[in-house]
Structures are given as C-alpha cells and as structure tokens.
C-alpha cells in the first residue's frame, strides 16, 4: 500500500518531485500557476537526486544478486541508501506544505508516512524479517515505481515529457502494485511473533500514564487497513490511466 | 405596466431539462438557474418578485427538483463564486433583467441540533458504560465493581457534567447562523466524539488505573481549573447568545460584561473555546490519563483553526474591531 500510495499520489499529479506536469496530466481543471524559477530549479534538482539515488539501490540490488548468486538476504546490501533515500522523501510532504508542489498535503504525507513506517518500524526494528523473501519483493517494486516516478517529475518541470516515462508510469503500476503490497503485507505478517514475543514498542498497564498500546495489536489494524485502502487507490490509478493515456492518443492524432 | 407575452415562454428552454415551472407570463425580472458544473439549465422563472429573497427563489426552485430541498441548495452568481444568502434580496444583486444563477447540490443536510445532540448524547452515555463497568470491558471479574480511587469517581462527574452541559446549551442557548450542515458530518463528528470518549473512559475506568502522582493536591487544583473554565465557557456562551436576538443572524462585536469571565474578550476573539481547552486540560491534570491529553491536543488543534477563522471574519467585517485581540491564547495564537 506504501507503493500503492505512491504511485496513486503521483497519478494525481501529486507527490514530491511533481511541479506542473505539462500535457497529459488530466486532473481536471486547474490553474496553471506552478512553481516559480528557483523552486522549479531546486525541484529538478531534488528529483534528479532521487532518481539517481533509486537508480543506486537498483544497480546495488542487481550487484549483490550476481555476486552472491542468490536472491536471498540482498536486503543488506541495498540497506543505507534505501533508508537514505525513502526517508529523505519526507521533504515531499514539506513541498506539499510550503506550497512549490500542488499536492494535497494530508495524501503526501499519508503516502511517505507509510513507507517510513515500513523501513524504519518494521524491517528496521525486527531484524529477524530482513532476511525474508518478502522485503526483496517490495524493495523491488518500489525502486521500479520511484525511478519512473522521479524521472517522470523531473521531465515534467523541464517540459520535456517522453511518452514511455508516461506510459511506463501510468501502466507498470498494474504488475507492481499488487507485487509492493504482497512485499509489504507478507513482511508485516513476518515480523508479528518477534514484535509479541519482545513486547516490541508496547506499554501495558499499570503505568503512570495509564496508557497502553499494543504493538503487535497495531499491526495487525495495520495489516486490515489493506483491504479497504488499497482496492481504492488502484482503481484510482486504473481510471486515471485511462484518462490519461488516451488523452494523449487524442492529442496525437491532431498533431 | 403593461402585460407583454414576451418571446420566451414560461416552461424551461433546455429540451432534456424536466424542470416546468408554472408561472403566467409576465414583465417582471426573470431567473434563469443552471448546473453550475454542466451549465445545463435548471429551471426559468418568469415571474419574480423585484423583492424576492433568495430563499424564496429556493422555493420556487424546489417545486420543480423536490429532491432539492432548500436546505441543500448553494445558488451563486459565479459558478464558482461564493454562495448567496438567503436573505440576499434578487433586486440588490448586480443582475440584468435576467439573472442568472447558478445551482450547486450541497448534498444531503441534516440540522446542526441534531448533529450536537448526538454527538455530545454518545460521550455522555458511553463513559457510564465504562464507569460501571458493564460486562465484556475488563474482566469478568470486574463486572459492575466500582474504583477504589476517589478521583475516578470526580472524574466521572465532571465528564458528566460537561457533556450534560452541552447538550443542555444545545437545546437552550445557542443559536446557529446555519441550520443545517451535510449529512456526513454526522458520522465523522460522531466517530471522533464517541471514539475518543470510549478511549479516555477505558483507562480511567481500568481496574488497574494508577492515581495521579501528586495526590489530592493535583485532583484540587486540576478540579478548580475545570470549574472556572467550565463556568467561563457558560458565561461566554450566554453573552454570546446575548448579542444575537433569537431568530436573527446578526453578527456584533463581543464585548466583555459585567460577568468577570467575559473579560477575556479583551485578549481574545473565541473565549470559548479559550475555555475549553483549559477545562479538558484541567480533565487531563485531574486524571494523568495520556489519551486525556492527546484529545486535548486535538480538540485545541481544530479549535486554534476555527478561532482564527472567526477572527479572520471579524477582522474583515469589522473595520473598528480591537486590536489587542488574538485568536484563541492571548498574545500568542
């Protein structure tokens, strides 16, 4: 859902990286107002960055892969700049807010919370599931969505969209969301006994705050909240591939 | 005046609109409603008074779409203009002889007494459930035993007493410029209300509740403090209630009375709400219950943001309106 929330926030034109996104960003009217010069220069800046460094942990993961011959346990070798770089995509949610970024700011951070959440309170904190299969899984899906998503911003604010980024964006979600949230729930789903049997993050009563929380608890809301949100923001994206995919085929036929 | 047949006739133009409105033709101002999203045309009124409010128009406009009851509807001038109001008079309005305005669907509404009452009746009730401790919350062997903490059982009438209070000022003392607000408020509204009232009662409540570290000093103090913002906010409620005669929507100035709680009017725009913070922090203090403060931050949150929102509407209707005033804190927010 971390790489659903993602790619949904992109689609509406949304998201870190994104200023005005040119042709073919249907969300309907709105005004073309965009970022001024040296925002547009320091958003360009900031996406270049983090398309190279999404492109790091890709190259990283395929190294790892032919040196070891196995794609198990590749987590560790991609684990600083996937921390690096996802974390470092907090500065979306401050875009949003300041105003150089027309995205909601409440998606943003909803979107950039859950997967900081995923690497730091999850894979980070229960070192036991960074050996699992599962994290290569989302590790994957993410790295493909956040390179395209990256480079896709990037062209849009210097004008110059390709239309394979766009097509790329708007199709290879179909294949990675549900590859993202499979990584994401099966990990989550991995890492319960370990959180039960440490007490992990929890407080139980009595206390001084008469407070308690149950992390293993929280998971599991977690792991349910999957099923409402996720159908939802992949629909979404189905939908807006639609508009937005023909829109240009139209735009095409003129030209 | 003579009686003309003009050109148009009196059943909408727009052949897939149903709209026919039945009224003879006439030289009087004509209206014209249309979709403000599809520009489709609503509905032609042909015979409008000069000194008709828009709530008539709304009226008039419900005869033709029952299913737009004039609480749901938003007519402008600009599609994407502000709302009228209702007591915006049509001749007053910088239209030709055709005015043209323009309709949006405000959704379902449900009246804003109802929303309150409902909304402050769940805390009120659900604490209590928490409070005796009725079966299937703790333990079995908890079922209906009482706290030994005395400050369990203040806490339980104070949080009683608020929420009665506020349902009581519903009923009694506000009067609401709006009538009605849209239908899904109600859940949201509810859902926080009642959800943060089940969390806080639980702990409170829990069989392994600890009392606060200061002791009796902490209940004394943190109780004074809710009693006088309780009373503050009545008193500003009341002198609220007293600015606007019943049945109006007049807006004034508050200024501070007699009534020495008032006299935060001074420093701040919504003492009430001023109030209100400092009672649940008051609540927080008396019970050292962590959700207790957490729905303090909340609620402060949403109130800051509604306080700076009437003080911005002050300022801006208001040419003469104090300066000293803040929003919500005196001198700082």
Redesign the interface.
């Known amino acids: 859902m971390a790489a659903a929330a993602a790619a949904t926030a992109a689609a509406k034109g949304n998201g870190g990286g994104g200023g005005r996104a040119g042709a073919g960003d249907a969300s309907g009217t709105r005004k073309k107002k965009g970022p001024g010069p040296l925002a547009t220069a320091y958003l360009v800046i900031y996406n270049v960055v983090m398309t190279a460094g999404w492109l790091v942990i890709a190259v990283g993961l395929v190294r790892a892969y032919l040196a070891k011959g196995s794609y198990h346990s590749l987590y560790y070798s991609i684990e600083k700049p996937l921390k690096f770089f996802q974390t470092g995509a907090l500065l979306e949610i401050l875009h949003c807010a300041i105003g150089i970024v027309p995205s909601s700011v409440v998606l943003t951070s909803f979107q950039v919370m859950s997967r900081v959440f995923l690497i730091w309170a999850v894979t980070h904190s229960v070192k036991e599931v960074q050996s699992e299969d599962s994290v290569l899984l989302f590790v994957i899906a993410w790295t493909i969505t956040e390179i395209i998503r990256y480079s896709f911003y990037t062209f849009s604010l210097l004008n110059h969209l390709p239309y394979l980024i766009k097509w790329a964006r708007y199709t290879l979600f179909i294949v990675l969301y549900p590859m993202g949230v499979s990584g994401e729930l099966l990990t989550i789903y991995a890492a319960l006994p370990f959180v039960r049997q440490a007490g992990l993050y929890s407080i139980s ?8 929380f149950d992390y293993y608890a929280f998971l599991i809301l977690i792991m349910i909240s999957y099923i409402p949100i996720f159908p939802q923001l992949y629909f979404h994206m189905i939908h807006q591939r639609r508009k937005i995919l023909s829109h240009t085929e139209e735009h095409k036929k003129f030209e | 005046m003579s009686l003309l047949i003009p050109e148009k006739i009196s059943l909408s133009s727009a052949s897939s609109s149903p709209g026919r409105c039945p009224f003879p033709t006439a030289e009087y101002p004509e209206v014209e409603i249309l979709d403000a999203k599809t520009r489709e045309k609503l509905c032609f009124l042909d015979k409008v008074e000069p000194h008709a409010t828009i709530a008539e128009i709304k009226n008039l406009f419900t005869k033709t779409h029952p299913q737009w009851y004039p609480a749901r509807q938003s007519l402008r001038l600009d599609p994407k203009g502000k709302s009228l109001k209702d007591e915006d008079v049509l001749q007053k309005l910088p239209v030709g002889t055709t005015a043209t305005l323009y309709f949006r669907d405000l959704g379902a509404q449900i009246s804003w007494v109802t929303v309150f009452l409902t909304e402050y009746a769940g805390p009120l009730f659900i604490y209590l459930l928490f409070y005796f401790r009725v079966p299937f919350i703790y333990g079995h062997k908890y079922d209906f035993t009482s706290s030994r903490h005395t400050v369990v059982h203040l806490a339980c009438i104070c949080h009683s007493f608020h929420y009665v209070k506020r349902l009581l000022e519903t009923l009694f003392v506000h009067r609401f410029s709006h009538g009605t607000m849209p239908l899904r408020n109600i859940f949201k509204n509810c859902t926080y209300y009642w959800g943060f009232a089940a969390w806080m009662a639980y702990y409170i409540n829990h069989p392994l509740y600890t009392p606060p570290t200061y002791g009796a000093q902490q209940v004394k103090l943190a109780l004074a403090i809710f009693v006088i913002c309780q009373l503050g906010n009545f008193s500003i409620h009341m002198a609220l209630r007293d600015l606007r005669p019943a049945g109006s929507k007049t807006r004034k100035i508050p200024y501070p009375t007699k009534n020495p709680f008032t006299w935060l009017f001074l420093l701040v725009s919504c003492p009430n709400y001023t109030y209100e913070v400092g009672s649940w922090i008051g609540f927080a203090i008396m019970t050292q219950c962590l959700p207790v403060a957490l729905f303090s931050l909340v609620g402060f949150t949403q109130m800051t943001i509604w306080a700076k929102g009437k003080h911005r509407s002050y300022l801006k209707e208001f040419r003469d309106y104090p300066p000293l005033r803040m929003p919500i804190i005196p001198f700082l927010l």
């Open positions: 009563l009595p206390n001084k705050y008469n407070f308690s």
